[in-house]
């Protein structure tokens, strides 16, 4: 069991951790609530009709009323009030109501106790921010056939932090304060610190989640500023979205362009400084209104 491997690693501190020990075979790991597995399927079969989905979902109250507020928040626009969730699919497709879904389980997925060395409020916003950018930038590039995805890539970019912080909350915070004393970047400091990045841990809980190459992709890769293979534009945005999250808007084009200059291979995916910087204004503008929706506002994490 995963609670036994963990307190033979916390006796012994000076022993890294493997990714084998977190996520190997047997291990005892965060899932996906068996609603988003249901539904997931019935999205994907075309014989599953929109109101079988509806039923579906409002066997969950809280995901239910988490997915009529996104859907009926302003980040969406639509011109009526959606009542139902069957309705929602009707009006915004399958696809949209799928990333819309996952944002909403995973509130529950690592919600616990308070960990005063972490915010999980913080993270979200962070996450959210980061998946807002991503899904506008999404928009203006070709080869990005759904930017919807891109919300999805956004919100679980950092997801591998979330296991490791609650499984190993004082490693964590010792990499955060060796990146500041070493001034080395934060996978350089969690591989000394813990032995694991958060993004080959992401990589691999996405994985055992059977979440889709893109995500997974992004997830491993987002720290990575060149990006190679069939996913390369989705990876890149998501590179470009994490590193543009941490700004504050209204940028101007010098602003904006001094903020790139920082920022290697920026203009992989042919963005332009307007385009840039408007997503980074919207997403500053919609952040706290989407975290809200899903239910991520003054959310805890457990240290179990």
Same mark, same amino acid.
């Given at each position: 069991?995963?609670?036994?491997?963990?307190?033979?690693?916390?006796?012994?501190?000076?022993?890294?951790? $493997?990714? =084998?020990?977190?996520?190997? &075979?047997?291990?005892?790991?965060?899932?996906?609530?068996?609603?988003?597995?249901?539904?997931?399927?019935?999205?994907?079969?075309?014989?599953?009709?929109?109101?079988?989905?509806?039923? $579906?979902?409002?066997?969950?109250?809280?995901?239910?009323?988490?997915?009529?507020?996104?859907?009926?928040?302003?980040?969406?626009?639509?011109?009526?009030?959606?009542?139902?969730?069957?309705?929602?699919?009707?009006?915004?497709?399958?696809?949209?109501?799928?990333?819309?879904?996952?944002?909403?389980?995973?509130?529950?997925?690592? /919600?616990?106790?308070?960990?005063?060395?972490? /915010?999980?409020?913080?993270?979200?916003?962070?996450?959210?921010?980061?998946?807002?950018?991503?899904?506008?930038?999404?928009?203006?590039?070709?080869?990005?056939?759904?930017?919807?995805?891109?919300?999805?890539?956004?919100?679980?970019?950092?997801?591998? &932090?979330?296991?490791?912080?609650? &499984?190993?909350?004082?490693?964590?915070?010792?990499?955060?304060?060796?990146?500041?004393? &070493?001034?080395?970047?934060?996978?350089?400091?969690?591989?000394?610190?813990?032995?694991? $990045?958060?993004?080959?841990?992401?990589?691999?809980?996405?994985?055992?989640?059977?979440?889709?190459?893109?995500?997974?992709?992004?997830?491993?890769?987002?720290?990575?500023?060149?990006?190679?293979?069939?996913?390369?534009?989705?990876?890149?945005?998501?590179?470009?979205?994490?590193?543009?999250?941490?700004?504050?808007?209204?940028?101007?084009?010098?602003?904006?362009?001094?903020?790139?200059?920082?920022?290697?291979?920026?203009?992989?995916?042919?963005?332009?400084?307007?385009?840039?910087? /408007?997503?980074?204004?919207?997403?500053? =503008?919609?952040?706290?209104?989407?975290?809200?929706?899903?239910?991520?506002?003054?959310?805890?994490?457990? /240290?179990?």
């Amino acid at each position: 069991m995963l609670s036994s491997i963990m307190r033979n690693a916390e006796l012994n501190m000076d022993q890294p951790v $493997t990714l =084998e020990q977190l996520i190997g &075979k047997g291990q005892d790991l965060p899932s996906l609530p068996e609603i988003y597995l249901r539904v997931s399927q019935q999205l994907e079969d075309e014989n599953t009709s929109v109101q079988q989905i509806g039923d $579906t979902v409002q066997n969950d109250p809280a995901i239910t009323t988490r997915v009529l507020k996104m859907v009926n928040s302003a980040y969406y626009g639509l011109p009526n009030q959606v009542a139902s969730v069957a309705q929602a699919v009707s009006l915004m497709g399958r696809e949209r109501l799928k990333h819309i879904l996952i944002g909403s389980v995973l509130r529950g997925v690592f /919600s616990g106790h308070d960990n005063p060395a972490f /915010s999980m409020q913080a993270f979200w916003q962070h996450s959210i921010k980061t998946a807002i950018i991503a899904r506008q930038l999404g928009r203006q590039i070709s080869q990005i056939e759904e930017a919807e995805a891109m919300f999805t890539a956004g919100l679980l970019h950092d997801i591998g &932090k979330l296991l490791l912080i609650k &499984k190993f909350p004082e490693r964590m915070l010792e990499a955060e304060e060796y990146m500041i004393l &070493k001034r080395v970047d934060i996978l350089s400091a969690e591989l000394t610190q813990v032995g694991l $990045t958060h993004t080959a841990v992401g990589e691999a809980l996405m994985h055992h989640w059977g979440l889709p190459k893109m995500l997974i992709d992004c997830a491993g890769s987002h720290h990575e500023a060149v990006h190679d293979g069939p996913n390369r534009f989705a990876t890149h945005l998501i590179y470009l979205a994490n590193k543009l999250s941490e700004y504050v808007p209204p940028l101007d084009d010098e602003e904006t362009q001094n903020i790139l200059d920082d920022i290697e291979n920026w203009d992989q995916g042919q963005l332009t400084l307007e385009q840039i910087a /408007s997503a980074c204004q919207h997403a500053d =503008e919609m952040v706290f209104e989407v975290m809200e929706s899903l239910g991520m506002v003054a959310i805890e994490i457990s /240290s179990d």
